[in-house]
Structures are given as structure tokens and as C-alpha cells.
């Protein structure tokens, strides 16, 4: 028989994923409206506000507040991709034109596992952070998992078997592989910063660079330039404009989901938002203190469950925030030529943050030993 | 011949070279755009204010005293570009006093809106003054026959328009004091 407890932590453990995944996929739905209610915004128009729901929309003055804000339109949007005709061109390879969209929301879902987002002080006043998995290689799973998300675009270029997605395909797999390195040694720097000078122990656990910004300046003042990189890199990792090499509807009609329709393009358009979702999460973790108040601040909220819920909420806020600044750049910048995206990443950006990395060497070395020396 | 001058263009500086300022002052013009008025129309609900001199729908008006103004001439006929009017004579019958002034007015009077182009030729050679292209812009139906406007719709969308010569009044004046030419 099984032991009971054992199976009220696994309980628990499906609970929490079922929330996670139901909070981040909400997420990613709300950030495709306020995709196109901020575009709208930003270009004098008004927006989706006519799609509305029987009974909620009909309330005096909330109704007509939420169907302005288009806020059931989310719901209408994935009902229309589930209920589309579901349409498989005759020159695709039907077992990888199919596996393409589930690689791509697979790791996009996957990395959220070990993405903290509060923390909680037990009666002992043990912090216990909350997070479905406290990985304490936490960034490198993320890195590790992330990036396979550019197997779906690929796969779905090579699978539909014609140009258009091919090229999508190529460009995409190019422009990941570049930025990857230079994402990967913008947070180098990072993790030597915020390992205590002298202690033997280093982590990359996110929950612990989150806590090294307690009370102490936040990461994007101390690395500026690593923050820009990691930005810079991120837009190119989530393939978001300027960036959007993949898809570039104007050269190369849809990108790699030319050939896609119905629920599975859905589930590639879902993909995409997890994973700017996801991206601006792990940006506020690392560099924007996480749940933690303002930088120098010390937590204004109490030690109790409310005070974790103050923290999580500020750590959304934050998030969506930079989903918001991520919706914006798209709105304000025009979209790099491909060999400017090529020359970006590999002359500019990965010689800058091999600069950042052993200037921050350097300098955390001089820090440590003169913190030693005292 | 005027003088080229060729401008000199400075070198960048570093701070530009970057493009960060500039991607900065991007930001701000368009997070400025995010407050501005709105410029769409809710559509159905709200109706663009028709200029003066717009150029809707072909439609035939009756003149002040509810005659039909149309004497089928057939020059809007002969002159539409694209041959959307067609125009079926007929007699006005001798009894009729209050249109004893003119002989002929359309028995049917057809306006082909899938070929009609708006030009307002029409409006333009009418000698009658009795086609406007007036404010309505709004058409649709379901085959090819509903678009073809007949004589009763087009009076039905012409309606009365006010009267700025009253032609056939001064006419008949003029010949009662016995000066009609």
C-alpha cells in the first residue's frame, strides 16, 4: 500500500504544477491581447472591445468596462484556432509536422518548473521560496531546456516542406545559436557577483539570485551591461521583433508556420507568448530583484502569508511590466536585415559581454580579496 | 544651373553608434502615442460626417411641388462611362395638369450600381437637375438583380431636393405675359 503522505506530497505537487501551468497559460493569452490592445493603442486605434461573454458583459458598468478592454477576447481567440478546420497540406511530413508545435510549448512549459516566485517564512523562520522544483542549477536547466524550443521551429521549417517555412527554419536555428553564447556569458558575471566573497559554495539557483538582491541593489544597477546583453539576447532567444527572423511575415510570408493552421498554429502562438512570458520572469528574477521591493528597500511587507502575497504580486507586477516593455520595443523598432542580426551577435554582443565577464572578474576578485584581507 | 552642395555628413559618435539614445527616444514617441485621441470610427454605431459636394449613390429627386423632374432625355445614358442607366421612355398622358409643362418622363429608369463608378457625369449633364449623387455610400444585397435600382427606389433614396431656378415656373410665366422665347 502506498504510504499516505507520500501521496498527499504528490497531490499536492499535481495542485501546484495544475495552477503554474493554468497561471502562465492565462498569462500568455492575456499578453496576445495586450499585444494588440497596446499596438492599437500606440497606433491611434481603439482595439479589440466587441467580443463579449452572455451574463458578465451584461453587468452596468463592468460589463461594458472589461468588453472595452476586450477582455474576453482571449477566450474567443482560442475557441476560433480549436473549432478551425483542421487543414494538412498534401507535401508536408505528417509525423514531424505534427510533433513541431508540441516541441516548441513543451520546453517553453517546462522551464517554468523551476522559476520561483515568492517566498514564504514559516513560524521557525525558515524562508521557504516558493517554487514547484528548487533546482539549485536552476539557470542552467533553464538554458538547457529553453533552448531546445528552437527543435519545434526547425522541425516545423523542415517538416512542411516548403521554402518559405525552410528559410524561417534556417534563419531561426542561426540567429539562436548565436545569441545563446552571448546570453549565456552576459550572466556569468551574474552568478560570480552574487556567490558570498570567500564562501567555497557558488550557486545558480534562481531563488538564491533573487535573495542576493534583498535589501541591496538590484543586479541591473551593479551589471548594466550584462542586463542589456541578457535583453538584447532574450528578444532574440523569444524571437520577438527587432528579432523576428523566424517569422518575418513581410520576406518570408508566416515564417516557419507558413504551412500551419488551425489548433496547431494556436499551440505555436501559445509558444511563443510562454516563452516572452517566461523570458521577462527569469529577466526580473535575475536582474530586478525578483519579489523583493526596491533596491536598498528592505521588504515593507509583513512576515506572514500576506506578506507573501504582497512579494508575488510585486513579482508579477514586475513581470508583466516587462512583458509590456517587450510589446513596446515591437511597436517602436523596425526589424534587423539578417546579416544585421548575424553581425550584432557574433561582432558585437559576444565580444562586449567576453569584455563585461573579465572586467567583472577582475573586479570581484579585487572586492574579494580586499574583503579577505580586512 | 543651381549649385549642388554637398552636405558634409559628421562621423557618428559613440553614443549613436550605439543606438541606444535613439532607440530610447523611439520609445518615448511611441509611449506618447499610447494617450493620444483615438482616431477610429466605431462604425455601425457611429457614421463619418459627409462632406459637402460627396459623391454617394446616383438617386432621382422631385422638384418642390412633388413633380418628377426627369424628362428622359437619355443624356446621362448616352454619357455614363461605364453604361449603368438605362432609360425606358414614356409619354406623359395629355390629362395630367400638374405636369403639363412636359411631354416625356421615364416609364422605367434603371441604374446599374455593380457598373456605376460615382463619377457623377450624370448629375453634371442633367439639363433637368433631376440626378444627384447624394450622401448615401452604403449599399449591399444578395444577387445582382437587388443592385440594380429602379425607377421607385431611386426615388425612394432621391426624395426632394430644394428647387434653386424653377425652371418650368418662370417658363410658364414668361408665356402667360406672352414673352415666352
Redesign the interface.
Known sequence: MMDLELLQVLLLKCLFAFLMVSVVMSMAGYSVLAERKVSAWMQGRVGPNRTVLPLVGYVPLIGPLLRGLGMFQPLADGLKFLFKEEIVPGHVNKIYYYLAPLVALVPALTTMTVLPFGEFVDSTGNKIPLILANLDVGVLFIFAVSSLGVYGIVLAGWSSNSKYPFLGGIRSSAQMISYELAMGLSLLPVFLWTSEPGSMVSSLSLVQIANAQDSSAWLVLVQPLSALIFLIALFAETNRLPFDMPESETDLVGGFHTEYGSFKFGIFFVAEYAHIVIGSAIFTLIFLGGWHFLPWINDPWPTSWIGTLLGTGWFLAKTVFLIFFFIWIRWTLPRFRYDQVMSLGWTKLLPLSLANLVFYVILITWLDQSALNT | MAKTVVLERKPLSLSERTYLPQ?VT??K???S????????L?YPEEKPVIPQGYRGVPTLVKDPNGREKCVSCQLCEFVCPPKAIRITPGEVPEEDESREHVEKAPEDFEINMLRCIYCGYCQEVCPEEAIFLQNEYSLSGYDREELINHKEKLYELGGTLPDQHYKWDKKRKAELEGNSH
Not at chain 2, 502615442?33 to 477610429?40: A, I, Q, R, S, Y
Request: glycine share 6%; aromatic share 14%; no cysteine.
Open positions: 532607440i523611439g520609445l514617441t511611441t509611449f502615442n499610447l494617450f493620444k485621441e483615438k482616431v477610429t466605431q
